[in-house]
């Protein structure tokens, strides 16, 4: 993309050396230049790369030009033109019908535009014609400004308002995201039945089941799928298929294993800055479920689907840089700087908040749970998984980092990335302490242990996540990175669509405990 090359020409030339080569004033239009192109107040048209957008259809034959948008939640939503019916005006903006999104306009108001990103596209893998995927933000006509509640517009006002507190010029982040794959699932919800029953020739509950007249065994059991070698791995060539259908939409792949559940696994995404991550993360989910879908397979991002078996994550590395030097190395502790320690302790004093956006289901609080390596306990420490913030082992300055390993899928990767770098920001706005580290099994302390150590915790369920995001909002808002209508209208949207409809339903387990009371 042309954006990705400009960006990595510059940040292979040192700044000195760049200020040798160029006056002043070809640095200030360079940086102008990234600033307008990211953080526009204004929709603009880069003529140039829509050149190269319609270059680009011309030589792939492009037939149908597809825009999709996020919503709040983090879904998809897309409407196609044929490429013919397309020029560079519609660049400038396509009307939509806003009211039909949930927890966005009124129906008196549902008027919208579609802004869509000349630097963000590929071609989709699964359509029978030639069809183009491009990214695209929302325009406010009734305040005249980047919608704020499109959560694109919300990573990039994150992104504006780092760079414009002087502290660094880009956040990397790089999101390792896990993931199930089933043969089916059944579900249901009724006014006398709550039910759902998943099912993979992977689960240890089919050991005696006969396929065909035939059980092949080599199955991994429950918290047994972590690198065991096929047959037991069923899923080596399904995954290796996501991995070739990933590079094929532009994503970098690197690792690709089974995970520690059943039927679980995870394929490895080079990092980006905050935007191209979590853009990403849209990318992955859809190719991995199409995958599994053309494979007669069902797959899923949900954080907890299995009882007893482990959950799956979305373990978030962060890093900032400015002028082409990592900022979170340096000389404290295990060779980060004091600025990361700083980042550190922001987000740790604001995580119970953050877990609105990072752990954005109910079904998030069944995953941080002890027992499943899932890390509900809020403190850091090197190596060590059972902390929720890990600092891996790595021997190179540039590799330097911290894992943020309480995030999940369910979550909207721009509103969690925004979260995540507010809350740090913060931290180094103000130089908050993050305490001693960890060292020890923090899956081995019983909850009284933990009370008794004042180690805190993160809310144990979605109601509590979102409550503490209104008691401790304010960090959001600075920059105008988070707005209080968007933080009033997500509260909202999870306590109508999410909250009281779980809170209102009877539980399976509640008839084993109760119906005999």
């Not at 030339?13 to 940086?31: A, D, H, I, P, W």
């Not at 604001?350 to 306990?377: D, M, V």
Request: with cysteine.
């Amino acid at each position: 993309m042309k954006i990705n090359i400009i960006l990595k020409f510059f940040k292979k030339l040192s700044f000195n050396s760049l200020q040798s080569q160029l006056n002043k004033n070809f640095v200030e239009l360079r940086e102008n230049f990234i600033l307008k192109r990211y953080f526009m107040e204004k929709p603009a048209v880069d003529k140039k790369a829509i050149k190269q957008f319609f270059d680009f259809c011309k030589e792939n034959e492009v037939e149908f030009i597809d825009f999709r948008v996020t919503d709040i939640k983090g879904i998809w939503h897309h409407f196609s033109f044929s490429a013919s019916s397309i020029d560079e005006s519609s660049f400038e903006g396509i009307p939509f019908d806003g009211s039909s999104f949930p927890a966005w306009q009124p129906v008196h108001q549902s008027d919208m535009i579609l802004i869509p990103d000349p630097v963000r596209y590929f071609i989709d893998p699964f359509t029978a014609d030639t069809t183009i995927v491009v990214f695209c933000d929302v325009w406010d006509i009734y305040k005249n400004k980047p919608y704020e509640k499109c959560p694109r517009s919300i990573i990039k006002r994150a992104m504006k308002h780092l760079n414009e507190s002087g502290i660094g010029d880009v956040a990397y982040f790089g999101p390792e995201n896990e993931f199930f794959i089933f043969d089916s699932i059944k579900m249901k919800d009724s006014v006398n039945c709550q039910y759902y029953e998943i099912d993979t020739e992977e689960g240890e509950w089919n050991r005696s089941k006969e396929y065909e007249g035939v059980n092949l065994g080599h199955r991994p059991g429950t918290k047994g799928g972590y690198f065991p070698v096929a047959p037991v791995d069923s899923m080596v060539d399904l995954r290796a298929e996501i991995v070739k259908v990933l590079n094929q939409v532009g994503l970098e792949t690197f690792i690709v294993h089974h995970e520690v559940a059943q039927g679980q696994g995870e394929v490895g995404v080079k990092f980006g800055d905050m935007l191209e991550a979590a853009d990403n993360v849209q990318k992955l989910k859809y190719v991995v479920k199409m995958v599994a879908h053309l494979n007669g397979k069902t797959a899923t991002f949900m954080p907890k689907p299995l009882y007893g078996d482990n959950g799956s994550g979305m373990h978030t590395h962060i890093s900032i840089w400015k002028k082409g030097k990592n900022l979170f190395a340096g000389n404290a502790y295990e060779g980060l700087s004091e600025m990361a320690m700083h980042f550190l302790g922001g987000v740790l004093k604001h995580a119970r908040s953050i877990a609105a956006f990072t752990n954005a289901s109910t079904n998030s609080y069944k995953r941080l749970i002890p027992g499943f390596e899932a890390p509900s306990i809020l403190t850091y420490s090197a190596q060590n998984r059972s902390a929720s913030i890990r600092i891996p082992y790595n021997s190179g300055e540039k590799a330097k980092r911290m894992e943020f390993r309480f995030p999940d899928s369910s979550s909207n990767p721009y509103l969690a990335f925004a979260a995540l770098l507010m809350g740090g920001l913060d931290g180094i706005i103000n130089q908050i302490d993050p305490g001693k580290p960890m060292e020890v099994n923090l899956f081995e302390l019983t909850l009284d242990e933990i009370r008794e150590k004042g180690i805190k915790q993160l809310p144990h369920t979605l109601r509590s996540a979102i409550e503490e995001m209104l008691l401790d909002k304010e960090f959001y808002k600075v920059g105008q990175v988070f707005s209080e209508e968007f933080i009033q209208t997500y509260k909202q949207y999870k306590f109508e669509t999410e909250i009281w409809p779980w809170e209102a339903r009877p539980h399976p387990f509640e008839f084993i405990t109760t119906y005999s009371c």
